[in-house]
């Protein structure tokens, strides 16, 4: 798990042909701006510089600094690229880094507790937050404004109006 003062923008998910490059995914909202960056880091500390040679369909080949073989590029399958959120600019009105909306406590409008952002994906259609329930299966909600009309990072929860049915067993 990453610090709280990092911020993942993007992952590897495989080696793309056999000089070392890699298949880049990335979670920028302009996502060539993750070569930008500078040296990203791992988890686990390593650290590597991002030349982007060519787009893909939903992802980037990339090269990282010290991988020149297929084998180096396919052993960082599944890891992901962190950079200081100091170096990120601030988000605009009504934006949200994804890693401050994990954590967050979701109420219904009345004030119930319906659980935990755990994770927040995008297949395409628009942001879905993942929200934990303790002894039940998670539940996806679409994060737009009608169905989490407010988001509080400061008291550390937001409040969700689900779409009718959705939290329902």
Known sequence: MAPPDRVCLGAITGAFGVRGEVRLKSFCAEPAAIAGYGPLTTEDGRSFTVTITRQLKGAFAARLSGVTDRDAA????????YTDRSRLPPPGE??????????LAVLDTGGATLGT?????????????????????????????????TVDLAAGRLIADPPAGLFDE
Do not use: K
């Open 94 to 103: 009504e934006e949200y880094y994804h890693a401050d909306l994990i954590g």
């Open 117 to 149: 952002v755990r994770a927040v994906h995008d297949h395409g259609a628009g942001d879905l937050l993942e929200v934990a329930r303790p002894g039940r299966e998670s539940v996806l909600l679409p994060f737009t404004r009608a169905s989490v009309p």
């Open 74 to 81: 396919e052993a960082l399958r599944g890891t992901r690229l």
